[in-house]
């Protein structure tokens, strides 16, 4: 499933490999993958124009563009759900994502992009909850949690009565973590996912902030979101890898949560 570390390795495919390529054609058949009122005709302005930036912002892909005569385009959003990939000429950004579908059958292709030089960018989403938005409303999306400071990540919790993992999962508020990366992080730090976000004592808004930060960086290394400590033991029967005792399964957030009654308090 593909959270801000997947979507930081779309980015850096899109900067390698669909940046200053003319486009010659869009595919935009599927009128439910585009969002906020988006229509496929009106995707026709980025004809004969070029990507030029490829940004990120949690688990959002932001490609800028530059129109044919040579102005300013819109920037292009794209949202992958939970398993959506990027591909460009056939090369995917990530080459396996846990819990999808990984082939290349042509019918998952829900939004594309054809280059003049015959190649092409396009979104394969085999589940179908992604998304493609025009000028998206960056300001809707919280503080990216690669870039959030001690200081600001307090301010995104202190007030809520959510579960602590429900709350880092609101991209309103924290933007990136998705249900693997909170498990891991809630894990290493020793904090339950069930407990009010506003409980945290400064001493555990430390240690949240310092293990947050420290795994972001570990599992891109290792390559992505799957990679956790924890994530081989996220099964029926799991043990916790610190402490070797059983694991426990929650609904938090509406998501399923394993994590450790013995050490996360």
């Not at 593909?2 to 869009?26: D, F, K, N």
């Amino acid at each position: 499933m593909p959270e801000m570390l997947e979507v930081e390795a779309y980015r850096r495919l899109a900067e390698q490999a669909a940046l200053g390529r003319t486009i010659s054609s869009i595919n935009a058949s599927d009128a439910w993958y585009l969002k906020r009122g988006l229509q496929a005709f009106r995707l026709d302005v980025l004809l004969g124009g070029q990507f030029v930036a490829a940004r990120r912002r949690g688990k959002l892909l932001l490609l800028s563009t530059q129109l044919d005569g040579g102005e300013e385009g819109p920037v292009l959003g794209l949202r992958f759900g939970m398993s959506g990939r990027l591909v460009v000429d056939g090369t995917p950004g990530v080459e396996e994502l846990w819990y999808s579908y990984n082939g290349s059958q042509p019918k998952y292709e829900r939004f594309g992009v054809g280059f003049e030089d015959g190649g092409r960018l396009s979104v394969r989403d085999p589940r179908r909850l992604g998304g493609v938005e025009m000028s998206p409303a960056e300001e809707r999306i919280g503080l990216d949690a690669a870039e959030i400071t001690l200081g600001q990540l307090a301010q995104a919790l202190s007030t809520s009565k959510a579960p602590l993992k429900a709350r880092l999962m609101d991209q309103a508020h924290v933007a990136g973590i998705g249900n693997l990366l909170a498990d891991e992080v809630l894990w290493r730090a020793g904090l339950s996912p069930l407990r009010p976000a506003g409980s945290l004592t400064p001493a555990d808004l430390r240690r949240l902030h310092r293990h947050l930060r420290r795994a972001l960086v570990e599992m891109a290394e290792r390559g992505g979101s799957h990679t956790g400590d924890l994530m081989p033991e996220r099964a029926p029967g799991g043990m916790c890898p610190r402490d070797g005792r059983p694991l426990r399964r929650d609904k938090v957030g509406g998501r399923t949560t394993w994590w450790c009654p013995a050490h996360q308090r």
